[in-house]
């Protein structure tokens, strides 16, 4: 499967405190040209912030460098920390696509039955078929092709967020073969 894949890595997350982070972005605009999926699904529901913050220094070194040296060897990708919150008890994160990068490794700080699932998107019919779903739980680490529609069905919890490793230049069955081989 092209979309996505748990991965058996354990990451060590550090304490921190993100109240000084720099903010990278906040992704909540449904009119973007990524959420153009959004425009297409039937049921809207309000969108949920996503909140990403620039992970600094030392924390995001000691992170990349629990990556397999056979990753880093190809590309040291950004960190982020990634933090949503609901507005509304029927809040989600749209279908929609990342902009800025090919492939994630998304590592759950904070989850409670949220819902990840991509899709194929038929530009032709403007439908998205469902390709597969999964509920990550704490601690977890996900390989994700973010250059394919997903979204988030968001929990009767007020937050969900996670450590992203995010990948400009490896697609996703690249780096599924680095892993996999480590």
């Known amino acids: ?82 933090r949503m919150e609901k507005p509304h008890p029927d809040s989600t994160v749209p279908p929609h696509v990342d902009i800025g990068r090919r492939t994630a490794i998304n590592v759950y700080v904070n989850c409670a039955q949220e819902i990840t699932e991509f899709f194929d998107a038929n530009e032709e019919t403007k439908t998205l078929a469902s390709k597969g779903k999964f509920i990550a739980k704490e601690g977890e680490a996900w390989l994700l092709n973010v250059s394919k529609p997903h979204a988030v069905r968001m929990s009767k919890t007020n937050l969900r967020s996670c450590i992203s490793f995010s990948f400009r230049r490896l697609r996703f069955a690249e780096l599924n073969r680095l892993l996999s081989a480590s």
């Open 1 to 82: 499967m092209n979309y996505f894949s748990q991965i058996p890595l354990q990451f060590k997350i550090p304490d921190f405190d993100t109240s000084s982070w720099p903010m990278a972005q906040v992704a909540d605009v449904p009119n973007r040209a990524r959420y153009k999926y959004t425009l297409w699904e039937k049921e809207l529901a309000p969108p949920t912030p996503l909140h990403v913050y620039a992970v600094p220094e030392p924390y995001a070194k000691e992170l990349v460098l629990q990556l397999p040296q056979a990753v880093l060897d190809r590309e040291v990708p950004g960190v982020f920390y990634m």
